[in-house]
């Protein structure tokens, strides 16, 4: 089944304790994304890939990191979380022309 | 860049009334075009698309878009809803392969509501 998995599902942390949310697809597809969900924001992007080691920012990238070192992996970073974080975490893979599929969502709290 | 402006963040309606959903885009680029509906406690599922050809493009669940291109906008709309369309739904651009920054962009959300 074609798929992107998040893992967790949910994760409560404290301010300052590194953490890593990770992403994977079964799909072969070269662009994966991270975006965040907050109310009356919608989803805004944090980091994109378009292949593997190629990646840039999106809209708000400060306070992630990310890797893409294969194809199907693209995990997301909080090297220092911080209560600000606190979201809803989506990643979602695509082809370079397409829809996006996204997995089932990370809710993270930071406190 | 591409962005994506939905004009209205809450709808309400009656069950089996019509229903508009507006979207705005912004490009300096051919765009493609897309909306998602997430249920409560779900993720994105993709409810249509328009990458070319007819600028009418229909969507799982009954729903249907129309892409103009000189109002630069993709409403997407339903004849008859149901309680079970009650969700919100996103609006999203991407561009072509080739431009730069092609990466898609979302919308903030309108939450449809609908009533009994």
């Known amino acids: ?111 | 860049a591409q962005s994506v402006t939905q004009l209205d963040s809450q709808v309400p309606v009656f069950e089996e009334a019509p229903v508009e959903l507006r979207c705005n885009y912004s490009s300096s680029v051919s765009v493609y075009l897309f909306w998602y509906v997430q249920y409560p406690n779900q993720g994105l599922q993709l409810l249509l698309k328009y990458l070319s050809g007819s600028t009418l493009v229909k969507g799982i669940n009954g729903f249907e878009a129309e892409f103009n291109k000189s109002q630069t906008s993709f409403h997407l709309r339903k004849p008859s809803v149901h309680i079970s369309d009650t969700a919100e739904y996103f609006c999203a651009v991407s561009a072509p392969a080739g431009y730069n920054n092609n990466d898609m962009r979302f919308g903030a959300g309108t939450r449809l509501t609908v009533k009994p």
């Open chain 1, 1 to 111: 089944e074609a798929q992107v998995t998040q893992n967790p599902r949910y994760l409560i942390t404290v301010t300052g304790k590194k953490l890593t949310v990770t992403c994977s697809q079964n799909m072969n597809h070269e662009y994966m994304s991270w975006y965040r969900q907050d109310p009356g924001l919608g989803l805004r992007q944090i980091y994109y890939s378009m292949n593997v080691e190629v990646t840039d920012k999106g809209d708000v990238p400060e306070g992630y990191k990310v890797s893409r070192k294969e194809k199907r992996n693209f995990p997301l970073i909080l090297e220092s979380p911080s209560p600000n974080q606190t979201s809803l975490y989506f990643c979602a893979s695509r082809r370079r022309e397409g829809e996006a599929f996204f997995g089932q969502g990370t809710r993270l709290t930071v406190v």
